[in-house]
C-alpha cells in the first residue's frame, strides 16, 4: 500500500485524496487553513459554478494549453456526474454548460466531499502548515511545524497566490522550485481592472451592458458582452473578468493595453447615427444631455459629451453633423488605458505556475522527480470564468490521486 501525502486541501487535493482512497492508497491530507475547502465555499458567490460541459483546450491559457486536453477527457461530464452521484451530489446543469449544485450552495459541494474523503479513511490534518519537502532515497519528506513524516508519493496540490484572504500562498511554487521545477511568472486573472483616466472614477457605482474589446498594443484582441461597474480605481463585472486574463498577461510582460468600450452594442455604427439623427430631430429643444440620458445612464452621458467636447446644455436643432458623428464613434469605441488589475487578493484564480513541459499530462507525475506529482492550479494553467478551473482541478486531481495509488 502506497502512502500517500497531498498538500492543499482545495478542489483537487480533496479529489486526489479521495480517487487515491478509493484505489487503496493510505492518504494524508494537508490543509493549512482551520478548514479544507475554502475557495470551494467562496466560488460562484457561494453557489460553486462546479464543472462545465462544454470545457475544451480552447477555455484555458497557459504556455501550452493542449496540456488541459488528456485529463479533460478522462474526466467528461458523463464520468464527472456519475462520481457527483457517488458522493451524494445532484447537478442543475444550464443551457450554457455551466453546472451548480441542485441546492444552489457551495456549501453542498464541501459537504459531499468531506464526507466521501472521511468514509475513504483519509487523514485530513487542519491548521497543519507544510514547511519543507524534501527527498531522501526513493522517500518523501513532510516537515510541519507538529513534526516530520515519510511518504512513497507526494501530491503538490496548494493552489495559487490568488485570494490570499482565503489562505492562498506561494507555497507550491517554492516546493516545486526547490525540487528544480521552472515557475512560470504568475499574475491574476479573472480580476477586475484599474484605469488610467479622467472620467472612471467620477462614474464610479455605474452599471450598465456593454461590448467591452481588449486592445493590447494597438490591436483588438478580445470581443466579449456582459455587465459593466465603473469604480474608483477603474472597473469589474463580469464582461470585465472574462478579458481580464489577456489584459493581466499582457500588463505582466510589459505591453499597452486598453479597452474599447461600446455603450450601445445593439446597434450597428450607421444605424445608431440614423437613431440618434431621427431622435435630435423629433425633440429639437431639449438639450442634447436630456435626449442622450434616454439611452445611456447619465453619469456616463455627462462625461461622453465632456470628451467630445459638446456643450451639455446645447439644444438638440444645434448639433453638428461632425459633432453628432464624434458622438456615434464616442458611444460605440470609448477608449480607456488599462494600467493594472486589482490585485491577486480581488483575483478568482491566477495565471502562470509550474511549467506544464515539466510534467506529465497522463499521470500529473513530475517528469524531474519521480513520486511527486501536482494537480490544479499550482500549475501553468488557467481557464476561462465558468466552472472551467473547477473542471481543470478535478480532473488532473483525479488522474493525480489514481496514478499515485499504483
Not at 109 to 125: D, R, T
Not at 324 to 331: D, E, F, G, S, T
Not at 374 to 395: Q, T
Request: net charge neutral; glycine share 8%; with cysteine.
Amino acid at each position: 500500500m502506497n502512502t500517500i501525502a497531498i498538500i492543499g486541501a482545495g478542489a483537487s487535493g480533496l479529489m486526489a485524496a479521495l480517487s487515491a482512497a478509493r484505489a487503496g492508497a493510505s492518504v494524508t491530507l494537508y490543509e493549512h487553513n482551520a478548514a479544507v475547502g475554502k475557495k470551494i465555499l467562496a466560488s460562484g458567490n457561494g453557489r460553486c459554478n462546479i464543472i462545465n460541459t462544454t470545457a475544451s483546450a480552447d477555455d484555458y491559457a497557459g504556455n501550452d494549453p493542449h496540456f488541459v486536453t488528456y485529463p479533460l477527457k478522462q474526466l467528461s461530464f458523463g464520468y464527472f456526474q456519475t462520481f457527483c452521484h457517488s458522493i451524494g451530489l445532484v447537478l442543475d446543469i444550464k443551457d450554457d454548460g455551466r453546472c451548480y449544485p441542485l441546492s444552489n450552495e457551495a456549501k453542498s459541494v464541501l459537504l459531499a466531499l468531506k464526507s466521501a474523503v472521511a468514509e475513504a479513511g483519509v487523514s485530513v490534518l487542519t491548521d497543519t502548515e507544510v514547511t519543507s519537502v524534501t527527498k531522501k532515497d526513493t522517500h518523501f519528506i513532510v516537515e510541519t511545524a507538529q513534526g516530520t513524516k515519510r511518504f512513497d508519493r507526494v501530491l503538490i496540490a496548494t493552489g495559487s497566490e490568488a485570494a490570499p484572504q482565503l489562505g492562498a500562498t506561494g507555497d507550491g511554487y517554492r516546493f516545486a522550485a526547490a525540487f528544480g521545477h521552472e515557475i512560470v511568472p504568475t499574475y491574476p486573472s479573472l480580476v477586475q481592472l484599474h484605469l488610467h483616466s479622467k472620467y472612471h472614477h467620477k462614474m464610479a457605482g455605474v452599471k450598465t451592458h456593454a461590448e467591452i474589446s481588449l486592445i493590447i498594443d494597438g490591436k483588438q484582441r478580445e470581443k466579449v458582452q456582459g455587465d459593466i461597474l465603473f469604480a474608483a480605481y477603474g472597473i469589474s463585472g463580469l464582461a470585465i473578468l472574462d478579458i481580464s486574463q489577456k489584459a493581466s498577461h499582457a500588463l505582466l510582460n510589459h505591453h499597452k493595453v486598453a479597452i474599447s468600450i461600446n455603450l450601445l452594442p445593439r446597434y450597428e455604427r450607421q444605424e445608431l447615427h440614423n437613431v440618434l439623427e431621427k431622435l435630435f430631430a423629433s425633440v429639437p429643444r431639449h438639450s442634447i444631455e436630456t435626449v442622450l440620458c434616454g439611452l445611456l445612464p447619465a453619469k456616463t452621458v455627462t462625461y461622453l459629451l465632456d470628451e467630445a467636447a459638446i456643450l451639455p446644455s446645447s439644444p438638440a436643432a444645434d448639433l453638428s453633423i461632425k459633432d453628432l458623428k464624434k458622438l456615434v464613434h464616442l458611444i460605440q469605441d470609448w477608449r480607456f488605458e488599462v494600467s493594472d488589475t486589482h490585485g491577486f487578493k480581488h483575483a478568482e484564480v491566477s495565471g502562470g505556475g509550474v511549467a506544464t513541459t515539466q510534467v506529465n499530462n497522463k499521470t500529473m507525475e513530475s517528469k524531474l522527480i519521480q513520486g511527486l506529482y501536482f494537480a490544479g492550479e499550482v500549475l501553468d494553467i488557467v481557464g476561462k470564468r465558468g466552472g472551467y478551473n473547477f473542471h481543470f482541478a478535478w480532473a488532473s486531481g483525479m488522474i493525480a490521486g489514481k496514478e499515485m495509488a499504483k
